[in-house]
């Protein structure tokens, strides 16, 4: 079992960053392929970037490419998600994920396994 912690939410400006925080304790989670989804109030939940497992590489929404990067850092049971130029569509709460299964990065909320409770963000125009 992988409990998952977000920190790193609030209200930002429109063009402003914020970096997002996603600890896991309960077992290392270094084999975990890890995601980051995001739920906007009466929208879906929706993916936003994730990282392999394996090789670190990541892969991103359209929506956010260019503006986000998610990394990983093993040793502190830790993933991040650093977003510059944040926009207004952008708020929503952000929840970390982590998949037991890491064959390939995956996309979808249903493929992880492990959730945590989410942080809010809020974007100003």
């Known amino acids: 079992q992988v409990q998952l912690v977000e920190s790193g939410g609030g209200l930002v400006q429109a063009g402003g960053s914020l970096r997002l925080s996603c600890a896991a304790s309960?077992?290392?989670?270094?084999?975990?392929?890890m995601a980051w989804f995001r739920q906007a109030p009466g929208k879906e939940r929706e993916f936003v970037a994730a990282?392999?497992?394996?090789?670190?590489?990541?892969i991103y929404a359209d929506s956010v490419k260019g503006r986000f990067t998610i990394s990983r850092d093993n040793a502190k049971n830790t993933i991040y998600l650093q977003m510059n130029s944040l926009k207004p569509e952008d708020t929503a709460v952000y929840s970390c994920?982590?998949?037991?299964?890491?064959?390939?990065?995956?996309?979808?909320?249903?493929?992880?396994?492990?959730w945590g409770q989410g942080t809010q963000v809020t974007v100003s125009s």
């Open positions: 990282i392999s497992a394996r090789s670190g590489s990541p």
């Open positions: 994920a982590a998949d037991r299964s890491p064959v390939v990065l995956r996309t979808r909320p249903q493929q992880y396994d492990y």
């Open positions: 309960g077992r290392t989670f270094s084999p975990y392929n």
